[in-house]
């Protein structure tokens, strides 16, 4: 396909579980971004990627958050044990390098910690 | 403190008319602004943006409005169709997003009756 897609769509996990989100992006976009969206709010950002480097992640939550993406590529956004506050919808957004971000957002991965 | 606000939840149109959705930002280094379209279970899909040296950009039925002295900008559709119903994101960016991450209001549902 040539949209951003996200795996798993829906995740429950039980409180103190680790979670693993992942994003394919766009083939050849450079930047890829994550966000985290509670209900009721607009998407607020995680971290952001240019290729491989992880250029700001000033947006994670916590230390139980980490993300990375070692080719350039597909990207991972890993909760550690997970606690119910985790609970939102992550997005990711990939877009071409340039002045104007025009990002392209999957359909996201609803989290449930129960 | 919320940086891009949406300050009405919710917007109901008749088809055919004209719909308005506001979005009001406070700092001023933002100089690029989106809009995107959200359908349930979906990611948001970019609509249009506007950069800060412009104050109008339109797309067929989508008109973007800048007033930067009041840190002001608007999306009007013309005509309303049914299937705009959605809910709409306003966000920004500085320094034309070259960092990456987009700051977004809470949103705005729009309904638009047959």
């Known amino acids: 396909g040539a949209g951003v897609s996200q795996s798993p769509r829906y995740k429950v996990a039980k409180r103190g579980q680790d979670v693993a989100l992942r994003c394919d992006p766009i083939?050849?976009?450079?930047?890829l971004f994550w966000y985290q969206q509670a209900l009721g709010q607009g998407p607020e950002f995680l971290t952001y990627?240019?290729?491989?480097?992880?250029?700001?992640k000033s947006g994670l939550p916590s230390d139980r958050f980490f993300a990375e993406r070692p080719e350039g590529s597909v990207s991972t956004l890993k909760i550690q044990r997970t606690q119910q506050e985790d609970s939102a919808v992550y997005l990711c957004?990939?877009?071409?390098?340039?002045?104007?971000?025009?990002?392209?957002f999957g359909p996201g991965t609803r989290l449930t910690v129960l | 403190d919320q940086q891009v606000k949406q300050n009405s939840p919710s917007l109901s149109v008749q088809e055919g008319r004209i719909s308005i959705l506001n979005c009001d930002y406070t700092?001023?280094?933002?100089?690029?602004f989106l809009w995107y379209k959200k359908y349930p279970a979906e990611g948001p899909t970019f609509l249009i943006s506007?950069?800060?040296?412009?104050d109008k950009n339109e797309d067929g039925r989508f008109t973007v409005f800048l007033n930067k002295s009041a840190k002001h900008l608007s999306l009007h559709i013309v005509p309303s169709q049914p299937g705009d119903s959605a809910v709409y994101f306003c966000?920004?960016?500085?320094?034309?997003?070259?960092?990456?991450?987009?700051?977004f209001g809470k949103g705005t549902k729009l309904s638009v009756k047959p």
């Open positions: 957004a990939s877009g071409a390098s340039g002045i104007y971000n025009e990002q392209f």
């Open positions: 083939s050849g976009h450079v930047s």
């Open positions: 990627f240019q290729n491989e480097a992880q250029l700001d």
């Open positions: 700092n001023s280094m933002f100089d690029y």
């Open positions: 506007i950069s800060s040296i412009k």
């Open positions: 966000a920004a960016s500085e320094s034309g997003g070259s960092q990456g991450n987009l700051i």
